[in-house]
């Protein structure tokens, strides 16, 4: 059997052509193209020396490796945007967290896990001090925490509170935010030399 097209396959508007959206390659119908990719001559035509340019068949036959590999040039095209937290689809907004030994609550609505991913350099900057475990605890819990720090006179009059601190969190009664997690944060977040003592108030 002969596999070349006929004219009438080649027009596609005949009795023996591909229906509307798909292209004829040896004489057989594909799927529509991808996007960017031509119904009947492969755009791999170029890339040819100028004698083949005109071949009907070998445009055809292109075809068939151009519906493949581009879907593939365009993901490898688009690969800075799936290391941007704010274009990068969910799952691997979560795979990034996770390069940055985040972790990242998959009850969290999708833009605070952008958020908290995206603030990764600015929480490793600070990390260690009272602003940083601030912006820490206020991206992961949502709430803004209270912590409270002994003043020079205190630790004048009381040598052992020298190096602690208190954090105070308020949640409502209802609240789905595990106090195990805070205290996670808490001690990672924390300089390593100090103590803290966690204040959950529902309210």
């Given amino acids: 059997m002969a596999m070349t097209p006929t ?46 340019h005109d071949s009907d068949f ?41 390069w940055l030994g985040l972790v990242l609550d998959a009850r969290w609505p999708d833009e605070r896990r952008r958020d908290v991913v995206k603030a990764a350099p600015e929480l490793f900057r600070w990390r260690g001090t009272r602003r940083g ?14 912590i409270i720090e002994p003043t020079l006179r205190d630790v004048a009059n009381d040598r052992t509170r020298a190096y602690r601190f208190t954090v105070r969190i308020r949640v409502g009664r209802r609240s789905p935010l595990s106090r195990q997690l805070v205290e996670t944060i808490i001690e990672t977040e924390k300089p390593a030399f100090a103590a803290c003592s966690l204040e959950w108030i529902e309210r």
Avoid at 12 to 40: D, T
Avoid at 133 to 146: A, V
């Fill in 7 to 52: 004219s009438q396959d080649v027009g596609g508007n005949g009795a023996g052509g591909a229906p509307p959206g798909r292209a004829l390659v040896f004489g057989a119908a594909f799927e529509e193209a991808p996007p960017g990719v031509p119904a009947h001559r492969s755009n791999y035509l170029e890339y040819l020396p100028g004698i083949y």
């Fill in 58 to 98: 070998l445009g055809r036959f292109l075809l068939i490796f151009e519906h493949i590999l581009s879907p593939i040039d365009r993901t490898i095209e688009n690969i800075p945007d799936y290391f941007d937290p704010e274009l990068a689809p969910p799952d691997v907004v979560t795979w990034l967290g996770s």
């Fill in 133 to 146: 475990l601030s912006h820490f605890l206020r991206l992961y819990t949502g709430i803004e925490p209270e």
